[in-house]
Structures are given as C-alpha cells and as structure tokens.
C-alpha cells in the first residue's frame, strides 16, 4: 500500500501512505475527518462522536454511541501500580513525559498479558482490537489527570463514570474546588470541542510516528507512547506551550512592532504560525479564536488575547508573511485559551495528547485492517564513497 514516489528528479523519495481518515485542502483551508467538514463536527458533534468516527469511519447510530460511551468509560480507572509509577517521578517532572512513560507501561505486547489484563471478554462481540481501543482513549484521560495533580502537588483523584467523557477528565483535575467539584458544563463543552478539533490530522509527525510503528507490530499502547513523544516538540504539538510563551514575552501590543522585526530579520519564529500543509488560515484556528470568547466569558479575560489578534493582524497584512503564506495555526490561539482555563503552560502538549490520541488509534485501527510493509522510508545517501581502513597511527 505503501507508494513510493519520486517526487523530484534525481534521488528524493517520499514515502506515500493511503489513508482515508483525514483530508486537507492547504491552499482553501479545509479540514475534513471522514468527509465530514471540521466546521460541522464542532458545531455538532462530541469528541467521543468524532473519535468513533474517526476510527470506524461512519458517524454512529443512537445505541452505538450509547455502548461505545460505556465501554469506554468502563475502562478509565488505571492499576494501583501504575498509579505507583506514577507517584514515584520527581515533583517537576514534565506531564508529558510522565504520560508517556506511563503509556509505555501499560504495554501489554506480550500475548499472555494482554489476555491476564483483558480477562474474560465483558461483551460477546469484543474484539481484542476493540478491547485495546477502548482501553486507552478510556485512560490516556486518567493518566493526563494524575500528571497534572503530580503537577500541582496534590493527590490523585479516581474517575467517575457517571460523568461524561470530557466532563470526568475536568472532574478527576479537580480545578476549581477541593470536592464536590462537578464541571462548569459550559466549560466542559468548549474543552470537547477543543479536542475535536484537535483529534485527527492527515499524516503530521506523530502520526507518522503512531504508523510507522504499528507496521513494527508492537501493541497500541507503546506506539502511543512513541506518537506523544513527537507530538512534544516545540514544532509540533509544543508549539502551543511555546506560543503563549511568545505572547507573554511580547506582553503589549506597542511591543508587536519590534518582534515582527526580530522574525523578519530571522532572530524569532511566530511561534503557532506557518504549516506544513496550510498556505491559508487554518480552520481550526478559526473555530479556537471564536471559542476563547466563550471561555472568557466563563473564566474571565486573557489580555493576552488582544495582543494575538493584534499580532495576527499586522502578520497579514505584512508582505514578508503573506510571501511566505504564514497564517495562524491551531496552536496559535489554542495556548490562550487553556492558560483562560487555568492549565500550566507545560499541560498544554498533554491536552493536544489527549484529543489526538483518537486519531493516532484510528490510523492503527486503519493499517491493522490492511497490513503493509515495515516502515522503511527511502534514505538519499550522500556521504563517503568507498574507503580502506586507516590504522589509528596512521590517521592524521
Ligand atoms: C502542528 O503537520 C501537522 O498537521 C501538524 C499539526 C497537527 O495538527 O498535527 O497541524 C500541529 O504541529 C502545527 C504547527 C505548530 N508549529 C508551530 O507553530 C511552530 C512554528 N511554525 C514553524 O516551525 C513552521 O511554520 C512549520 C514547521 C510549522 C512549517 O514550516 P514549513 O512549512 O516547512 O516552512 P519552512 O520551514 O520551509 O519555512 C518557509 C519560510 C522560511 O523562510 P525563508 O527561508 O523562505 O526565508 O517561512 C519561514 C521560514 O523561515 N517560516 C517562519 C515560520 N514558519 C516558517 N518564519 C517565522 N515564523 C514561523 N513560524
């Protein structure tokens, strides 16, 4: 399945993979999981629509959505010894780092675990696939909770499956109270649209990441922990982090002016600008910059805010970034929004981690249904020529 092609003459090789989850038009700003238009799926949907979606590819019916809610918060609670594992990382540890490395531990790759861990199948038509999916879009929540309680210094809380999927994330964090803390609704439902937003996007870095290694075979949960590995950097799902930062150092708008000179002179990236597949604005920024006012209006005003859109403004209207077709892109204003929200700057990849993690498991569902070859991108060598072995005293 996997198309080689010769993109330029010569000796460069892109590695093409088919995929029918995830379309992007770069130049109209399109964005389309399943055929279904980003805009709609966050005006409508829910992310655990989306994320059914996403992997079995058609919208669900009333009782699909049913069982696949309950299934999956059935599978939220984590193992007294992870949450050991857990507990046992210095207090400063990065969330995100902890979150992989608890991914990792839930690996159940060797045949005998995963069925001790699975036990007797709950539900007669539950495949293991299904079982492993179920698991982690269930705790991948549950970890990213106990990294931000580990975060803040405070004692891990358990889930609760009464609450919805997004609403027992916000429960389990515990933001706003010590007890009894049940979820603002309404914040709840600009976090689940955050996360559709974020859920799926064609072949970026960590998806990549996420099919190169199931082609190796190995379970789900280490491959999610790879995916969320590369989805840290700063020049990918970090960028968030990363952004805001930049809007703090800017701090004002009078101080806009001369950072678009530091960018321009090549001293600074805008940070959540310029896309590897947008050269237009990305819809989802679109939909983040219409959500920060819903989220203000329940958490209070950002500043921070009036120094994007001001900074977005003269971006656009300036010929150094229209040349090179830089727009805002979903980190840009997504950083806002969870500093609004409440969320350390370092949490930021780790909420990214969250809603991606459906797509990254719907591109495994996908190549597991056509296997393909091991991953083995092409390589353009253009080191040494053959040479004979030099003695060390010899060497100069
Ligand atoms: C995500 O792939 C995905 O889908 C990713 C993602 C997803 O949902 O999974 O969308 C999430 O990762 C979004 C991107 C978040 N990263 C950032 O916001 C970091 C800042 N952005 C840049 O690092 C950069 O824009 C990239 C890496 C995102 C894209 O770079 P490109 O398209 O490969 O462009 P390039 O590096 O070839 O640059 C082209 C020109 C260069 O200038 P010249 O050499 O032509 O003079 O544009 C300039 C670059 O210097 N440029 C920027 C810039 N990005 C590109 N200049 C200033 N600020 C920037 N952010």
Not at 289 to 298: C, D, G, H, R, T
Request: with cysteine.
């Amino acid at each position: 399945q996997l198309g080689l092609s010769i993109l330029d003459p010569g000796y460069l090789a892109t590695a093409v993979c088919r995929s029918s989850i995830s379309y992007i038009d770069g130049d109209k700003g399109i964005l389309r999981y399943r055929g279904y238009n980003i805009e709609d799926l966050a005006e409508h949907s829910t992310f655990l629509e989306v994320a059914y979606l996403l992997i079995f590819g058609d919208l669900p019916t009333r009782e699909q959505l049913q069982t696949w809610n309950t299934r999956i918060m059935r599978h939220t609670f984590i193992h007294e010894n992870l949450v050991d594992y857990l507990r046992s990382f210095r207090y400063d540890a990065h969330p995100m780092g902890m979150v992989t490395s608890a991914l990792s531990a839930m690996s159940t790759f060797h045949p005998e675990a995963s069925t001790a861990l699975h036990g007797e199948a709950i539900y007669e038509d539950e495949t293991m696939v299904n079982k492993q999916i179920f698991r982690c879009l269930g705790k991948v929540p549950t970890l990213a909770a106990c990294a931000y309680r580990h975060r803040i210094g405070r004692p891990y809380n358990s889930p609760s499956n009464e609450l919805g999927y997004t609403e027992n994330f916000l429960y389990m964090l515990d933001r706003l109270s010590e007890s009894n803390y049940l979820p603002n609704a309404k914040l709840a439902r600009a976090l689940d649209v955050i996360f559709i937003l974020h859920a799926d996007h064609e072949l970026n870095c960590s998806t990549a990441a996420m099919r190169q290694m199931t082609s190796t075979g190995v379970d789900p949960f280490i491959c999610l922990s790879g995916a969320a590995a590369a989805l840290y950097g700063p020049s990918h799902g970090g960028a968030n982090e990363a952004a805001l930062k930049m809007l703090e150092e800017i701090g004002t708008v009078d101080n806009i002016a001369a950072f678009i000179e530091d960018v321009k002179n090549k001293k600074r990236k805008l940070m959540g600008f310029g896309h590897r597949v947008y050269k237009s604005y990305d819809p989802r920024a679109k939909i983040l910059k219409k959500i920060s006012e819903e989220v203000f209006a329940i958490m209070g005003r950002n500043h921070l805010i009036d120094v994007a859109v001001e900074l977005e403004r003269i971006a656009l209207s300036d010929e150094y970034f229209i040349k090179r077709n830089l727009y805002p892109n979903v980190d840009f204003y997504s950083g806002i929004i969870y500093k609004a929200m409440g969320f350390p700057t370092d949490f930021f990849p780790v909420l990214f981690g969250i809603a991606r993690t459906s797509g990254w498991l719907a591109h495994w569902h996908e190549q597991l249904q056509e296997p393909i070859p091991i991953f083995r991108p092409k390589q353009a060598y253009d080191g040494a020529a053959a040479r004979k072995y030099v003695n060390i005293d010899d060497r100069v």
